[in-house]
T-cell receptor, first 115, second 112 residues
Framework: NAGVTQTPKFQVLKTGQSMTLQCAQD?????MYWYRQDPGMGLRLIYY???????DKGEVPNGYNVSRLNKREFSLRLESAAPSQTSVYFC??????????????FGPGTRLTVL | RKEVEQDPGPFNVPEGATVAFNCTYS??????FFWYRQDCRKEPKLLMS???SGNEDGRFTAQLNRASQYISLLIRDSKLSDSATYLC?????????????FGTGTLLAVQP
């Protein structure tokens, strides 16, 4: 099993350009998540999808859109990139355990720089 | 006030030392608790869940105090390979809407 995969690993954009970050998981998990990680801020939730066909906003959704294409894939789109979106982006998926201890598995991350 | 607060460190300790990290959370409705480990420029990975009665996994011991809204992680006999950032994590919601709230992490550097 590959677990959670993300593409691309690195990306440099100019202000105003658009791009889509791809994420896929092969663990048959229902829930998937997109986070950004910035120095001193920790991981912050952008959007999540509790199940195929549903998406919800997290803590910092402005400037982003998502698509839950099927159970495996959850993409994140920046329509008009801004320097404030320079960050490391992680995709994650959740395996539910008894008692509510839902372990999240993370992809390797995408390092995005917006100039 | 941040929902999950941790001392950012860094904690510089010699090999073999015992080190403890603390974490406080603000939402008393938080249901599940974890410690994740993140190596430099890598993704976070689950280190251990934290149960109400406290739990141990080898050299690692986690404790939870719901009344004080406080979580701790104790590492005994530190190894060089323990050098990483340790993230305190609590959950909100439940079932399909479960969300993780991350602390900013505590950096541990184990010195030879």
């Amino acid at each position: 099993n590959a677990g959670v995969t993300q593409t691309p690993k690195f990306q440099v954009l100019k202000t105003g350009q658009s791009m889509t970050l791809q994420c896929a998981q092969d663990m048959n998990h229902n829930s998937m998540y997109w986070y950004r990680q910035d120095p001193g801020m920790g991981l912050r939730l952008i959007y999540y999808s509790a199940s195929e066909g549903t998406t919800d906003k997290g803590e910092v959704p402005n400037g982003y859109n998502v698509s839950r294409l099927n159970k495996r894939e959850f993409s994140l789109r920046l329509e008009s990139a801004a320097p404030s979106q320079t960050s490391v982006y992680f995709c994650a998926s959740t395996r539910s355990r008894a008692g509510g201890y839902n372990e999240q598995f993370f992809g390797p991350g995408t390092r995005l720089t917006v100039l | 006030r941040k929902e999950v607060e941790q001392d950012p460190g860094p904690f510089n300790v010699p090999e073999g030392a015992t080190v403890a990290f603390n974490c406080t959370y603000s939402n008393s409705a938080s249901q599940s608790f974890f410690w994740y480990r993140q190596d430099c420029r890598k993704e976070p990975k689950l280190l251990m869940s934290v149960y109400s009665s406290g739990n141990e996994d080898g050299r690692f011991t986690a404790q939870l105090n719901r009344a004080s809204q406080y979580i701790s992680l104790l590492i005994r006999d530190s190894k060089l390979s323990d050098s990483a950032t340790y993230l305190c994590v609590v959950t909100q919601g439940g079932g399909a809407t479960n969300k993780l709230i991350f602390g900013t992490g505590t950096l541990l550097a184990v010195q030879p």
